[in-house]
């Protein structure tokens, strides 16, 4: 079975607007709608050819008139976008998948396929044991991949580790609806009543990959919760935005005295309390608030309330670069709000995961919350996404995760 669809029979063609070879000719995968001549008509998930003025082939990809990325590079100028390309990228991304994680018993929950950062543009593969949530970026990568081809191709070259692959759209116009909407594409249906079990670095966990935000948890924190996990020992740890509880069970496998996990969402305190019991902790060490995080910070600040180790791991607040300076005030207070809350020589570990948040922004925004909240930090490490989560050197922007973890004296 094909692995990519034929939309076109003949390959759209699109001209560069403005100078933009450089950059293409560097890697950088995507093309905005401003910098090209013209919009053809033509349905999502074309087959088209990016060229310069002058009628020069730039590169090979797909093509969607209605998205906020029109164009999607996979082949630069004489290579050959075809069903041979799409299977070798494929193998090439389980191979390094395999070099990271066989033979899986100590880690078999990861991401398989990461878009552009395997030269897949569009296509995300997220691995739970013996489930592979496939997810799509847009109405062009919809149309653009064969989804039963690429659940033959996990189911072989997963052979005898898969049960289920599931499928979740991911609408690029945000609409929550669409976000959540899925179907099976091979094995056993997954549902909320049966969440999968997957372990990650030892420490095990149960999912949602029906109802779950995303594909049901948020594979990018690992390395950064196995570093909290060895701050952990005989602390009081707050985790903020906590989800399912990845850095409480994670904190409390690693001998953490107490965890306090907030979130607003009571379903995923729900999983939160599952996954520190399935790890036979002990519960009378663990408590889920359902709160908003502003508010219990607030609450927290006023009665003068401390914890040792304190995770900041919120959802981005700039969708947009239009939100960058409203995201920037949100932030800074909610980091100075932590900071409070920290106690003398305690840990802070902050976090960001919006793109349009750069590195340097962020530890910007690190320095004024500190300093908004009169607390002097020294930095213990600098994390970010992890090995099976890799961007394009030329798209730095897609390095969208940052983890920076301070010391508080004061």
């Given at each position: 079975m094909s692995l990519i669809n034929l939309v076109n029979e003949k390959p759209v063609h699109l001209v560069l607007a403005k100078d933009r070879v450089r950059s293409v000719k560097r890697g950088h995968p995507w093309i905005f709608p401003e910098v090209l001549r013209e919009l053809p008509r033509a349905p999502a998930g074309s087959l088209a050819l990016l060229k310069t003025a002058d009628g020069e082939i730039l590169?090979?990809?797909?093509?969607?008139?209605?998205?906020?990325?029109a164009f999607r590079t996979f082949a630069l100028q004489k290579d050959k976008l075809d069903e041979s390309l799409i299977a070798a990228r494929l193998g090439?991304?389980?191979?390094?998948?395999?070099?990271?994680?066989?033979?899986?018993?100590?880690?078999?929950?990861?991401?398989l396929v990461n878009g552009e950062g395997d030269g897949l543009p569009g296509?995300?593969?997220?691995?739970?044991?013996?489930?592979?949530?496939?997810?799509?970026?847009?109405?062009?990568a919809e149309a653009f991949y064969n989804a039963g081809g690429l659940a033959a191709w996990l189911q072989q070259r997963l052979s005898g580790r898969l049960d289920t692959v599931y499928m979740k759209y991911r609408s690029a116009s945000g609409v929550k609806d669409e976000e959540e909407r899925g179907r099976l594409l091979a094995g056993a249906a997954p549902s909320s009543e049966?969440?999968?079990?997957?372990?990650?670095?030892?420490?095990?966990?149960?999912?949602?990959?029906?109802?779950?935000?995303?594909?049901?948890?948020?594979?990018?924190?690992?390395?950064?919760?196995?570093?909290?996990?060895?701050?952990?020992?005989?602390?009081?740890?707050?985790?903020?935005?906590?989800?399912?509880?990845?850095?409480?069970?994670?904190?409390?496998?690693?001998?953490?005295?107490?965890?306090?996990?907030?979130?607003?969402?009571?379903?995923?305190?729900?999983?939160?309390?599952?996954?520190?019991?399935?790890?036979?902790?002990?519960?009378?060490?663990?408590?889920?608030?359902?709160?908003?995080?502003?508010?219990?910070?607030?609450?927290?600040?006023?009665?003068?309330?401390?914890?040792?180790?304190?995770?900041?791991?919120?959802?981005?607040?700039?969708?947009s670069k239009q939100a960058v300076e409203k995201a920037k005030s949100s932030y800074t207070r909610l980091f100075a709000a932590a900071a409070s809350v920290t106690a003398p020589h305690g840990?802070?570990?902050?976090?960001?995961?919006?793109?349009?948040?750069?590195?340097?922004?962020?530890?910007?925004?690190?320095d004024e919350a500190l300093g908004k909240a009169r607390r002097q930090g020294y930095v213990l490490g600098v994390g970010g996404q992890p090995a099976d989560h890799p961007y394009p050197a030329a798209a730095d922007e897609l390095r969208y995760l940052k983890f920076v973890t301070f010391r508080l004296e004061n």
């Open positions: 590169a090979k990809g797909y093509y969607d008139p209605a998205s906020k990325l090439r991304a389980a191979a390094l998948r395999d070099a990271l994680f066989a033979p899986f018993d100590q880690t078999n929950g990861f991401r296509l995300v593969v997220d691995v739970y044991n013996d489930s592979a949530v496939v997810k799509l970026d847009g109405a062009g049966r969440p999968v079990r997957f372990v990650e670095n030892g420490v095990q966990f149960q999912a949602d990959i029906v109802q779950g935000q995303k594909t049901g948890f948020f594979l990018d924190q690992r390395d950064n919760r196995a570093f909290i996990r060895r701050l952990s020992k005989g602390k009081r740890v707050l985790n903020v935005f906590g989800y399912t509880g990845g850095f409480s069970v994670y904190a409390g496998v690693g001998g953490a005295a107490h965890v306090t996990t907030v979130d607003v969402g009571k379903a995923a305190l729900s999983y939160a309390d599952a996954n520190w019991a399935l790890n036979g902790l002990d519960p009378a060490r663990h408590v889920a608030a359902a709160e908003d995080a502003f508010e219990f910070l607030e609450r927290a600040g006023k009665a003068r309330e401390k914890w040792e180790v304190v995770i900041i791991d919120p959802p981005s607040f700039a969708p840990t802070l570990a902050l976090a960001s995961c919006s793109s349009h948040i750069d590195s340097a922004m962020f530890m910007e925004i690190c």
